[in-house]
């Protein structure tokens, strides 16, 4: 319409933007109009090369404040992957960076798996407890990542007044989008049982919470929409849309 002006499209900062979560998540921004910043580290900036002259980069570790400081600035939204990589508090360094950088009102989203709790009210499975402390006695004899770095990181964003979101993953699968992933506030909910989701949709789902003020300090746990669970509980349709489908509380 003559006279109007078109809105200026959202920006977005994807922290971790080289590994797979990421570049799924670059590919959706992109797809929505975002412009988008990627952050990663130096070594990894090849990786983004068919974003080439679509995306801005600024390489460095992601738990360098300076470097997110640099990165977050003038975004509407930031997606970060947190990863609990080695024993230098890599995801405390990046979830704090975030919190302290990001412009206020800002969109915060971050990823991690079931594993992290908000309330203490996940039931989890005894095949994922098992799991969890296998990771923990080999991470202790080879120390590549640290649970429990991953576990502060998420507290200190639960704990945050920013506008953040915890999206919690399942166990992941490559392949094609099956469509938005659903979610519940607690694992050992039924409808998370078949604890699979596609890589891709789970990006399309951090991708999709910018824009939902209702997943504002939620901390969803997803599961794929077309697994068994998921269209158990919606009488076999695929659901659609972001509500949630379930609550235990
Ligand atoms: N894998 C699963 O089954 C699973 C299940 C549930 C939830 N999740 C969650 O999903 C998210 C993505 O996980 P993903 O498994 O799919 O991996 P991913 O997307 O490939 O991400 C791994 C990230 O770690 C970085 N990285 C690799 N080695 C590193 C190092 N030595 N030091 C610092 N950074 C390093 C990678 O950057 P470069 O590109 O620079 O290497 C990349 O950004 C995480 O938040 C994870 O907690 C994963």
Sequence with gaps: MPGKRAMPA????????????????????????????????ARSVGKLDEFKGRIEIVPGATNDRDVIRRAVAGCDGVLTVLFPWGRHHYSTGTAQ???????????????????????????????????????????????????????????????????????????????????????????????????????????????????HDELVHESPAIVGCRTSSALAHAGGMAPQGIAPRAHRG
């Design 97 to 211: 960076a975030v919190l302290d950088f990001a412009r206020p009102g800002a969109r915060l989203v971050f990823s991690c798996g079931w594993h992290i709790t908000r309330d203490g009210q996940d039931v989890y499975p005894p095949s994922l407890k098992t799991e969890e402390r296998v990771a923990r006695w080999i991470t202790r004899i080879v120390p590549f990542v640290d649970i429990d770095d991953q576990i502060e990181a998420c507290r200190r964003v639960f704990a945050s007044d920013t506008r953040w979101t915890v999206v919690r993953g399942s166990d992941l699968e490559e392949g094609e989008s099956e469509g938005l992933p659903v979610w519940s506030r607690h694992v050992g909910d039924p409808v998370l049982t078949s604890n699979r989701t596609r890589r891709v949709d789970f990006a399309l789902f951090m991708v999709e919470a910018l824009t």
């Design 10 to 41: 959202m920006k977005v900062c994807i922290v971790g933007a080289s590994g797979k979560l990421g570049r799924y998540m670059v590919r959706h921004a992109l797809a929505r109009g975002y412009r988008v910043v990627g952050v990663c580290r």
